[in-house]
């Protein structure tokens, strides 16, 4: 995190990017490939691979427990609520950009308040494990996390290639609309997942990457 703020502060994040039509140049050049993957590309490896280690620090935590869930629940609610605090009261636009909690540029509150959320989110289903297993839910809802590279991938190829193939990524749509369409797509997700689980028990990218981690093991 402190590497990628760095980063934003000392060097152009904007370089070599074209806004409008979302192209990167020089990308297949050493320099702009490096460029991008670690500094100014979509994911870059600064600041994104600070959500890597921390899932890493919660998958390490004692889970099961009431108290550790609750604790990622408020801890959770702080950080998020601390991190917007900044961009909502700095009145200066470059400071406000870069501790505000847009994704791009991914700046420190960015990082910290979708962290926090996650947090809220995983100690809330926790929470409500045994309930959602009372009702028949848990499943549905556990499946797709077994498929998560897979659905990730696929929610930008088909997900959002559908939107912009149909017009509808040029920012027309509104908040509620976007929720709708991420509700669909949770919803289609479960359905799909459990479908394919009946088949086999991994993934597509998910089996593929067990194959190449056996093949290098």
Sequence with gaps: MALGFAGLV??????????QTLAYLDFCTLEGFLRHSFFNGWLSVFS??????LGMWIWRQDLAQKGTQNRLILWGLAASLLAALPGLILKDPQLAELLGTASLPPGPCYLIAASGSAWVMIGAMLRLGTLLDRIGLAEWMATPGRMALSLYVAHILLGMGTLEAMGLLDGSLSPETIFGFSLGFCALSMVLTWVWTLLTPRGPLEALMRRVAEIFR
């Design 10 to 19: 000392l060097l152009d994040y904007e370089a070599h990017c074209n806004w």
């Design 48 to 53: 994104w691979v600070s959500f890597v280690f």
